[in-house]
Nanobody
Framework: QVQLVESGGGLVQAGGSLRLSCAAS????????MGWYRQAPGKQRELVAV???????NYADSVKGRFTISRDNAKNTVYLQMNSLKPEDTAVYYC?????????WGQGTQVTVSS
């Protein structure tokens, strides 16, 4: 099993920045992809950004140029630096980890961007 602990959400004004962190613990050998998804009220969960064990990245079009995903393999931690935040970025952000054929999710952290 993999446990995920997220931190860094909160309330910020439009144009501001936040940094999310997600630390993995437990049975962590074999972790490949790490990333972030988000879910806004009344909407489906959507991919924000993912990063492979070789640090290849993929971003949603809506966040390209504003968000940066990174990971520290030694700390089993994935980060999401969010700049130039917009009200439409308001959502619960979920950490995601892929280990072999299993997927694991964090508990979610609220990000609210005020206009």
């Amino acid at each position: 099993q993999v446990q995920l602990v997220e931190s860094g959400g909160g309330l910020v004004q439009a144009g501001g920045s936040l940094r999310l962190s997600c630390a993995a613990s437990g049975t962590i050998s074999g972790i490949s992809t790490m990333g972030w998804y988000r879910q806004a009220p009344g909407k489906q969960r959507e991919l924000v950004a993912v990063i492979s064990s070789l640090k290849d990245t993929n971003y949603a079009d809506s966040v390209k140029g504003r968000f940066t995903i990174s990971r520290d393999n030694a700390k089993n931690t994935v980060y999401l630096q969010m700049n130039s935040l917009k009200p439409e970025d308001t959502a619960v952000y979920y950490c995601y980890v892929r280990r072999w054929t299993s997927s694991y999710w964090g508990q979610g952290t609220q990000v609210t961007v005020s206009s």
